[in-house]
Structure formats: C-alpha cells, structure tokens
C-alpha cells in the first residue's frame, strides 16, 4: 500500500498512469481502495476528487453505458458546484465520450484521481488515454503500454503472510488469531495466504462459524465451486475467477497454458522446460510465458538467470480440477516430448533445465501411468550413475521410496537392490571427485541387478584397459545399515528423529543444523545455527519445533517448516549448553537444558517466556545430558560428579539421586567417575545410565540397581537409549561400534559394524523399528532393529598373511575371539580355526613349504600349528614382551620373529633351537630378508623406533652393519629385487635410499608435510614410491633422487585426509605401469602421469596392510571393522 502512495504521489504535477497488478484474487482492488483513504494523499495531489469507475469484462456498447454514466455523475456534482453549469445530452459513441471525459477531467476537475478496476483489454484503457491522472487495477501488467504518457507499476503479492491471514480470519469470526482452530492455519497454508480465498472463506465463516473443517477439506479437494460468494467480489466462485483469466487468451496459448497443469507446485522451471513441452524455439516460449507473466497467470523468477517462473497453488489447483480427465495425457505428452529430443541420452549440462528433469522424469512418468518405462529407467545404473552425480543420492533414493508401489509392480526385488545400493552407497556419491559407480555396484550381492548390470559393464571397460575388481568373498557378509547419510562437513555429536519418524535432525561441529527425510536422506533444510559447535537438537512433541544447544552457550528454538529462528536464550548458562530435550507430550511444552555451569547448571524453559521458569540446584559439576521421563513428571540429569539424579519437573526440587561412581569403587579414589547420559525405560519403571565402560539399569521407585553391562575395557559408552517399544537398550561406543542389548534377559542382541570414528549419539524411532547412530566420521546411519543380530560373521583382526599358490589363496588371521582362522581365499570359508589363545594374537605367518602356520602372542609365546588338524609343532618361548612380527623363511625351516622386547629371534622352530639379535633399544616392528646375489648369503635387515636399521648374520646373531638413518622412528623399508639398494622412511618426514654395498645414504628424500609411512621400489629399480600420513604419495626417480609425480594431491575427502588416512602399503605391477596403495580404501594408480585408475571403498577403514597375488589380479586386506576383502581383477 505504501509503494501505491509513493507511486501516487508522482501523479502531483504531472498526469500519468499507475498500474497495480497481480493474480485473480490478490486483492488490488481492496489495495487501490485502502490508498486513497489518506487525507494528506487527496489534499496535495488530488483536490478535485477520486472517481471510481469498475469495468471488468466489457464490449464497446457497455463500456459507452459507463463512460456515460461517469460523466454524468462528473456533470451533476459540477452542476452542485457551479449551478450555472448545464446538463449535456449523454455522448452517442465511444470517441464523442471520450472527448467530454477529457473535457471533464482536464476543465472542471483539472486534479483529480481516475481509479480504473479491472481493467482486461488494452481496446478499454484506450477509450481513458485523455491525460489525467488514473490508477488502474488488472491481471495484465502489459496493458498500459497501449497508453501515452508517464507510468509507473506495482506488483502485488499473490499471498499474505500467516500471521496476516490469521489477523484477517480472526476479524470475520470477532475472535483473536491465537485462539483460531488448527484448520486455520492450514486454510492459510493450503491457499498459499490468498486475499481472495481467504476473505471468501472468512466471510463464509461469519455465517457459518463451526465449518472450518469443512472448508478446509472443500480447499484441499479443489471443490472450488463451494466456496462461494458471499461478498461483493465480481464471481460467483473461486472458480469463475480463475477461469476468466484464462478465457481472455487467444486460444493458441490457452491450449499452452493448459499444458503447464503438470508442473508440480512450488517448482520452479526455465523457459528450456517447455521449449521441450511445446517443441518451440526457446525464444518464442519466452514471448509466450512474458504473455502469461504479464496476465498475471504465471510468475516469473527474476532472480535467477535464465529466468524461472512458476504458478501459483490456486492456479494449479484449478488447472488440474479443469483438467483431471486429461491429466495422464498431459504428462505422458511430456515424457513423449522428453524422449524425442534427448533420444540420445539425458541431459548432463548441469543447468536448471537439465535438474528439472533429473527431478521430475520419473513424477511425470508414474502420473502418466507409464509403468513399464518407469521400471527401464529406474532400475537401470546408467541413470542411476548421471542422475546421482548432478543431484546427489537423496532424490535418487526419494525416488524408489516415492514409486516403490508402482516399481513394484513391475518388480518389488529389483526395487529392493536398487533401493540397497543407494542408501548403503549414498555418503560415497556425495565426494567429489564423484566415485567410479560401477566400482561402487560391483560390492552388492552377485544377485543383485545392480552387481550383474556393473559386471557386465566393468567386463566391458576392461577389454578397452579400465580396472575394476569384484569382490569374490562378499556373500558371507549381511551388510545391517538400511540407510548412510554423510550429514555434515565434521564430526556429528547428535541427531534425532521426528516424533512421526519421518524426519531426522542432526548437528555438530560444523555449526550447522540439517533436517532430512529418514527414507532417503534428502535434505529438507540447513540451517547455520551457532557461533560455535552445535550439542545437541531436539524435536518438540508436535515436531514444529526443534531446539539447539550449543558451545556458544546460546540455546535456540528454530520453526521446522521454514528453520526461521523463534527464540534464543543467550543470558543464563555461563559455560556450554551440552544438552536439550522438550517434554515429551504436547499437555505442557517445556524445555530442558543442562550445561557446563557449576552451579545454575540445569534449567527449564516455558519457550514463550524470555527467562528460565526453574532453575535445578544439586550437581556441583558439569551436567552432561538431561532426560525427561516418559510421563513428564520427572527429569533425569548426568552429571561429571559422579551422580544421576531425578527432579520433580512440577517444583524442581530434587526427588532422587543415584551415587553412580560408587559402581567403580577400584577406581574412584584415582580419577573421576563421569556420568554421561540417561534414558528411561518405556513404562518409567526404570533409568538406564551410561560411565566409563558401563551400563547400569536401575528401578526408579527403590534405586536399586537391576543389571550392569560392561563393555570392553578398551573402550567408553558415548550414549544410551531406550527402545519405546521393547526391552532394547543401544549404546554407542568410542570404538566405532554400536551394540544392541536386552535388559531384560542381560544379552547382547546385536552388533552394528560400520562407522569409521567414535560414535556420539543413537537413538530409536518413536516406534522402536529403526535406530540411528552419529559418529565423527560425519555420517549419520540408519539401523533396522529386528534385522540386526549379533555378527555370524566373526572379525578378523588386521595382522594377517596370505599364501598364494598358483589359483589356490589361503589367508591366515586371528579374530576378534583371538582365534587364529586359516580362510580359503576363493570362497571367504573357514577351513581351520584354533582354540581360544591365552593370550592376544599379534601376528601371523603361513609356511610356504609345509601346511603349518604361526602366530606370536602379546605374552612373548609363538605357536607353530599344523592345518587343518591344529596339532600343536612347536611353542617357542623367549620373547619377554608381545611379538610384533613373524615370517617363515622360504624353505620353511626357520621362523623369524620380533618383538616389543627390542629383540628378534631366528628359530629352528621344529628343534626349538633359537638365535638372538639384540642391538636395538627400541621395538621392532618388522624385518626383511637382504640378498645382494643368488651366490650370497641371506642377511637379515631389520628397523625399529630407535632411528636405526641394523643388518645381521641370521646363522651366528652376529650384528654386520649398525646405521643411524633418521632423527625418528623409522616407519618402513623396502628392498630393491636385486639387493643392491634399500629405502627407509621415517616419522622424520623423510625417506632415504641406501646402498648396500657401502652402506651409505645415496638419496635423500625430502618434501612430504607428515610422517613417511610406506615405500616401495618398482619390479625394475627405477621408481621409488613413498606414502605419508596425510595420505599423499609420491613417485621418485631412484637414479637421480628427483621427485617424478605427486599423487593424490587434488583435495581432501571426508576425513581430512587425501586418502582417508594414513598411506599405510604399497605395491607395484610386475610392468611397473600401475602402483596400488593403501589407506582409509584401496586406490590403484597409473604410474607414468599419477593420476588414480581406480578407488575401492572399503565398509571400515583404517588398512594396514594388503597382500598382492605375483601376477597383480588378487588382492587381499582386512580392514578396522574385521571384514576381510578378496579382490579379483575383473577380465
């Protein structure tokens, strides 16, 4: 209304036009008509008067009757004035009127303001061209083009604003806006805040006050021909006045116009989306749509370039109602017209036109009923790999969500895989560079469409020399996510579900709130919520609302629906806010926070007020975590002094309180006993609490404790929570695992591998039926409770060895039962596994010669056993401390060991006859056989964390050559096929190569940033190649020590790395050509320009180490989780 006044008021000393325009019912008239009820308006621009004249659809024979009419109220009130004034004969046509109204308005009303309402036809504005001053109200904002003079325009909004809506809603029914019925909101939303419906609907609700329900579901049925006038609007009904907009186009563009009944509402699309509809030059759809913008029947997008325009939801609304018999027609139109120009292939440019129909392809083929060619397309990798890498995992996966009863008509188990691959893969499709996803797909289960489409593909790529490797091993693990979400750019310390479970929330360090959809992971919105990093979040009961704490000491409450900020509680917690939750029923909105605070550490807020209600004083420590019971009766708090107490919410004063460090009385006198979180049981009946490695199970009314469960000792519980709907307890630990357990019979359930850092949060749906974890590994991922079990599947260890013997493989291994497991590696199977260890194993060796294998223990013990019997050959005891390495030489005869005792010792292990090496004053961690020529004798070389490596007589223990190579441990070393040069590395953040003929550095190595993990020399001695703990690798020229190519520089990946960790193994190709590494995954690479060949994603992470087959097609490893990978080259 003030841009109207502002534009008026340019009307002073010029006659000019104004146009307000806008859709069918945004209120112009009402608008043109509130602007001129201003005194000082009318006094200094228009003191000859306003003259209001309402045309709407008009022929000339009624445009003369009103034009007549006009000047002969002009006339009469002129005559009143000045009664010598007469009385003309009414004007006989249009052009005579014309003139006495612009005799009129420049003579006897020389200031005064022309309001033209609704005006439709340029024919119309013409007949007003006279130069005076006029305000015009139209849908056409074009149409005083046809006019001479100075114009100026508005545009008016087609929506109010709820809280503007509920105002007007509340006058029609004399009540006040926050005491409106819910269904009031949802009017106003479901009409998008529409002048026109709203009035409509308020006025009908003054007759009839107790029929908000029934004009909420009239609106979202589209009955448009109920809500009827009762007001002095021009039509009838809603209807009538979306109809006329249209009627009034030629009827080339009305048959255009009614083809945009498919778009969806709220989308936006550019003019090269129905370019394609309409088969027309970009440039003439333009023409079109600025027709439709200019009518007001279409929105346009001024904003983006190109353009982007869009209708608004009553126009659609009546567009499909006018349109609902021909709808399937309309978008099987569109898919037609989509095939026919991209025959070829979709669209990869990445522009808004090509997101539209990676988007909505698949909407309008399900709603043309198109079944089968909805299957083609869904269940094929190729749209599966472009529509992932131009829009990301989550539309992908909303899309078999979405479809899945129509896909499932054509086929529910293709669905299914299809529907597996993305939500386990979904955090790989979101790096970039963007993964190889055949690569990816050759991981599912061999049964999979998605495997048997990549294989064929990867088959494919290979004979024009693209590497790919299948998984051989991969059918004896039962993969237990349903859904992994890389949420933020950092670690994740809390996510949570909606109340309805269809949304999840989740924050962290990266200061920002994210809301997704829990079927798919599509993100609804992102919000930056703090200065600081974010603690925690949590949904009100009505799932409106979601609350946020952070290290900022700011606790915030933000609105979900559009993440605008509701309220902020900035002043009372001194320290960090570690945690937030609302009661959880809607009687009585509260929310709890506790902090870091020494004292005011716990508090409850009533969000409509700007202060705490009640502040709880008892802990005298930071308060951890803080949980409402299931009734809101009673609040929980965690405390870092040891204790859990429960609160009476209605008087906060301190009902219980449970001495937990008392459960840890062996170590309470040395350090603190810090109480991190509590849940309740489902009937209240019980509080679960989690410390240190611990879970404890207390009942509520007596505080006695029920069950206790220890976890490892190796590791802490981060969080606990209560299944609603079982006796189920998760709890997430800081060794990257979350377990399952029943708290009524005290077993585990179940074991959720698969996080790559510490887990910070789980929790269960409010229906029991899924659990989700957060970790910092950045990933949220999404369990299904009844399908997770207790691993079949038992772990291996990383230490391990492999034997390849022509097309036999054999791995040997311990696992996480410290079993020592001999594998076939074809198959994955278990071909002999030992008898519990007395002591944890620490390494493994398999005999080339002889079916033995040997383990060294952490308690100094090497056994010798034989397979698959499991006689014991030999135990050799000396080592004083654990033994780190082992190896059998390649007769078979000897066994070679080392230890964290600084020694090494070389065994006739069948005799027990035994040689020490000492010399080195720090662990060795591993060896290597030195032969300088087929003639000579095998030294042994062997390095360790005191700088040194030491070269040994392995018959005599005699020590031959003692070398200070580096400042720091030295990491690794490698030894060129002909003995005459070796290359050390060291946490010095160099590497050296040496010369075994004069025992002299040759080269030195200088330019990694980080610790010097890994080397390996080329087959030919030429390259050397080096990895660090930054995860970069690089390739030197051994003849001249200069630096060849860097690989792995491009940029870093989730965990801030360049190779998701450590480069912790390296590996050449018999021809040099390729070099493979290992770190957080597998990568091969081409040596000559040091670019990556292939990347395979492990499910852990953190590789030590990987076994290659001589003719580099098999490669075998065991990643951090325990799962052991065979990997074949695919031909």
């Known amino acids: 209304m003030n841009r109207v006044r502002e534009k008026l008021y340019r009307l002073q000393k010029e006659p000019g036009w104004v146009t307000v325009f806008g859709m069918a019912g945004s209120g112009k008239s009402v608008l043109a008509a509130e602007a001129v009820r201003d005194h000082a308006l009318i006094t200094e621009c228009f003191p000859g008067g306003v003259h209001w004249l309402s045309i709407g659809q008009l022929d000339r024979s009624d445009l003369l009757v009103r034009i007549q009419s006009l000047c002969f109220r002009l006339e009469q009130q002129s005559q009143e004035k000045d009664p010598s004034s007469s009385l003309h004969r ?36 013409k007949a007003f061209d006279i130069q005076c001053r006029v305000l015009l109200t139209t849908r056409d ?20 604003e709820e809280d503007q809506a509920l105002e007007i809603l509340a006058l029609y029914v004399n009540g006040k806006p926050q005491r409106l019925p819910e269904q009031a909101r949802s009017i106003v939303r479901e009409c998008k805040g529409s002048p026109l419906v709203v009035s409509l609907i308020g006025a009908l609700l003054r007759e009839f006050p107790d ?53 969806e509402k709220d989308v936006k699309v550019p ?64 898919v037609r017209q989509y095939q026919q120009r991209y025959s070829q292939g979709p669209p990869t440019s990445g522009d808004e036109e090509c997101l539209y129909w990676f988007r909505f392809l698949t909407y309008h083929m399900a709603k ?59 955090h790989q499709l979101e790096q970039r560079p963007f993964p190889d996803v055949v690569q990816l797909a050759l991981s599912q289960p061999d049964s999979s469409e998605v495997y048997i489409q990549a294989l064929l593909q990867a088959q494919e790529r290979a004979t024009r020399g693209g590497l790919y490797l299948d998984w051989v091993n991969k059918s004896s693990l039962k993969s237990l996510s349903r859904l992994v979400v890389q949420a933020h750019q950092g670690s994740i310390y809390s996510a949570c579900f909606s109340h309805d479970g269809t949304k999840i929330a989740s924050c962290g360090s990266s200061k920002t709130l994210r809301v997704f959809k829990s079927t798919s992971g599509e993100k609804l919105l992102e919000i930056q919520a703090h200065d600081d990093e974010v603690l925690c979040c949590a949904f009100s009961p009505d799932d409106r609302l979601l609350a946020t704490c952070s290290s900022d000491r700011k606790v915030k409450v933000w609105n979900v629906e559009c993440g605008t900020l509701m309220r902020m509680f900035e002043d009372e917690h001194e320290e960090q806010v570690n945690h937030c939750q609302f009661t959880n029923t809607r009687r009585r909105l509260l929310l709890a926070t506790c902090s870091n605070d020494k004292f005011m550490n716990t508090k409850l807020w009533n969000i409509n007020k700007p202060s705490s209600q009640n502040t709880m004083f008892g802990h005298l420590e930071p308060v951890n975590h803080c949980c409402f019971s299931p009734d809101d009766a009673y609040l929980s708090t965690s405390s870092s002094d040891g204790t859990l107490k429960l609160w009476e919410v209605s008087s906060a004063n301190e009902w219980k309180s449970i001495d937990v460090a008392d459960m840890f009385p062996e170590q309470r006198e040395q350090t603190e006993v810090m109480v991190k979180c509590s849940t309740w049981s489902a009937d209240g009946r019980t509080i679960i609490c989690a410390a240190r490695n611990a879970v404890f199970v207390f009942d509520v009314e007596t505080v006695a404790m029920l069950l206790e469960i220890r976890t490892s000792r190796l590791s802490t519980v981060q969080y606990c929570h209560a299944c609603p709907s079982s006796n189920l307890v998760a709890i997430a630990l800081s060794h990257y695992a979350v377990e399952l357990w029943d708290i009524e019979t005290s077993k585990k359930m179940a074991d959720c591998s698969g996080h790559l850092s510490w887990v910070h949060g789980v929790q269960f749906s409010p229906d029991g039926s899924l659990l989700l974890s957060c970790s910092d590994d950045q990933t949220v991922r999404v369990w299904e409770t009844k399908k997770v079990h207790t691993s079949s599947a038992v772990c291996l260890k990383r230490d391990s060895d492999v034997l390849f013997n022509n097309s036999d493989i054999t791995v040997v291994a311990a696992d996480n039962r410290n079993r020592l ?26 005999c080339s010669q002889t079916s033995a294998v040997g383990l060294g223990r952490e308690d100094g013990t090497i056994q010798v056993l034989e397979v698959p019997s499991g006689t014991s050959l030999a135990t050799l005891q000396g080592h004083t401390r654990a033994v780190l390495h082992c190896q059998f030489t390649p007769e078979g005869h000897t066994l070679i060991t080392s230890s964290e005792d600084t020694t090494i010792r070389v065994w006739r292990w069948r005799t027990g006859e035994c040689v020490v090496l000492e010399g080195h004053k720090e662990q060795v961690r591993c060896f290597s056989l030195l032969t300088t020529s087929p003639s000579s004798e095998t030294h042994l070389l062997s390095w360790s964390f005191d700088g040194t490596i030491k070269v040994w007589d392995m018959s005599s223990g005699e020590r031959l050559q003692d070398l200070v190579c580096h400042q720091g441990a030295v990491l690794a070393c490698d030894v060129l096929p002909d003995g005459q040069l070796f290359a050390t590395t060291s946490a010095d953040k160099t590497a050296k190569v ?33 990895g660090d703990d930054n995860g970069e690798i690089r390739l030197w020229n051994v003849k001249d020590g200069t630096l060849l190519k860097i690989c792995s520089r491009d940029n870093k990946d989730a965990m801030d790395s360049l190779h998701g960790g450590w480069v912790t193994d390296l590996h050449f190709s018999p021809d040099n050509t390729v070099l493979l590494s290992t770190g957080g995954y597998i990568k091969w690479w081409n040596v000559e320009k040091g670019v990556a060949l292939q990347t395979f994603y492990p499910t852990g992470a953190n590789l030590k180490r990987i076994h290659v087959s001589p003719d580099f097609s098999t490669f075998v490893t065991i990643d951090n989780i325990g799962i052991l990978y065979i990997l074949k080259k695919v031909e």
């Open 90 to 125: 009414p004007p006989g046509s249009l052009e005579e009127a014309k003139e006495r109204l612009r005799f009129l308005m420049l003579r006897r009303y020389p200031r005064s303001l022309l309001i033209l309402d609704d005006i439709w036809d340029s024919s119309v504005l």
């Open 141 to 160: 904002r074009s149409l005083a083009d046809c006019v001479s003079g100075s114009k100026s325009e508005v545009a008016v909004e087609s929506g109010l």
């Open 211 to 263: 029929r908000w329900a029934y004009y909420l579901h009239t609106l979202q049925q589209k009955k448009f021909k109920r809500i009827r006038k009762s007001s002095s609007y021009d039509y009838d009904a809603l209807d009538q006045a979306m109809d006329a907009s249209i009627q009034v186009l030629s009827e080339e563009h009305r048959e255009l116009y009614i083809d945009l009944t498919v778009l």
């Open 271 to 334: 003019a090269k989306v129905l370019s394609v509809l309409w088969d027309l030059e970009p440039e003439e759809v333009e023409d079109v749509l600025q027709d439709f913008v200019n009518k007001s029947l279409l929105f346009r997008d001024c904003h983006h370039r190109p353009y982007l325009y869009y209708l608004h939801d009553l126009q659609l609304d009546f567009l499909a109602e006018m349109n609902r018999s021909g709808l399937e027609s309309l978008h099987t139109k569109v």
């Open 368 to 426: 043309a009923n198109l079944t089968q060619e909805l299957g083609s397309l869904m269940f094929s990798l190729d749209w599966v790999r472009t529509k992932a890498q131009i829009m990301g995992p989550a539309h992908l996966i909303n899309d078999y969500v979405e479809y899945s009863n129509i896909l499932d008509k054509e086929n529910s188990e293709l669905r299914g895989h299809f529907q597996e691959f993305l939500s386990l893969n979904g």
């Open 821 to 846: 497991q001999v594998r076939n590696g074809r198959t994955g199977a278990v071909m002999f596994q030992s008898e519990n260890q007395e002591s944890r194993i620490r390494c493994t060796a398999i």
């Open 994 to 1026: 040496w010369s075994s003929a004069s025992w002299e550095c040759v080269r030195l190595l200088n330019g990694h940033q980080d610790c010097v993990r890994s080397c390996r020399f080329s087959w030919d001695g030429r390259r050397l190649a080096t």
